[in-house]
């Protein structure tokens, strides 16, 4: 049975058995791509939220929808945010700025994502990059890959163990795993953040 990819990096359960939770955060005006429900996320050195798309470096969470001021001037709740979304205020929180909600405490959570390749049992522990694509229908085409998979500190992500689910064949190419960020921007990560 061939494996369906899933899209992006689903939060599935938090250490400790505790909720996932969720925080609004601010995303630049006229952002350059799109960010996608479930795309792994960055701060940039301005404090703002986009899409991820250097897949070796540090995530600061995982998208899980967006609230931003459409072209009739409304705002509106979506899965997505669309590239080139345009605010004009300044300030730090703006009446009309486009923001994402991403998971908080987010290297608390274990994640579930699709692998690309054909991981073993070897592969369990080790840290992996992901792939970078521009969202599909809203959805996050990000996927771990197998390409790069290694002990390095700095890769984003970490490979716990496979995903336990009638519909995921772990002994085929590209099953779902478990996962969790590696190198993030919030402590007690790596501190890869921009502050000094």
């Given at each position: 049975?061939?494996?369906?990819?899933?899209?992006?990096?689903?939060?599935?359960?938090?250490?400790?058995?505790?909720?996932?939770?969720?925080?609004?955060?601010?995303?630049?005006?006229?952002?350059?791509?799109?960010?996608?429900?479930?795309?792994?996320?960055?701060?940039?050195?301005?404090?703002?939220?986009?899409?991820?798309?250097?897949?070796?470096?540090?995530?600061?969470?995982?998208?899980?929808?967006a609230s931003f001021v459409d072209t009739n001037g409304v705002r509106v709740g979506a899965k997505s945010l669309p590239a080139a979304t345009l605010y004009t205020s300044t300030g730090n929180t703006p009446d009309n700025a486009s923001f994402v909600f991403v998971v908080d405490n987010s290297l608390e959570v274990d994640y579930v994502a699709t692998i690309i390749g054909s991981p073993t049992r070897g592969s369990m522990n080790k840290n992996v990059p992901f792939v970078a694509g521009a969202p599909s229908n809203g959805l996050s085409t990000q996927t771990l890959t197998l390409t790069g998979v290694n002990t390095t500190a700095t890769l984003p992500f970490r490979i716990q163990d496979f995903y336990e689910a009638a519909d995921n064949d772990q002994d085929v190419a590209n099953p779902r795993v478990i996962c969790k960020i590696n190198a993030g921007m919030w402590e007690p990560a790596l501190s890869a953040s921009a502050g000094t």
């Open positions: 049975m061939a494996n369906i990819t899933y899209p992006g990096f689903q939060p599935y359960r938090r250490s400790g058995g505790l909720r996932i939770g969720y925080r609004r955060a601010r995303v630049l005006t006229n952002n350059t791509l799109a960010i996608g429900l479930n795309d792994a996320v960055i701060i940039d050195t301005n404090g703002d939220t986009l899409r991820a798309s250097t897949t070796t470096t540090a995530v600061s969470s995982v998208s899980g929808g």
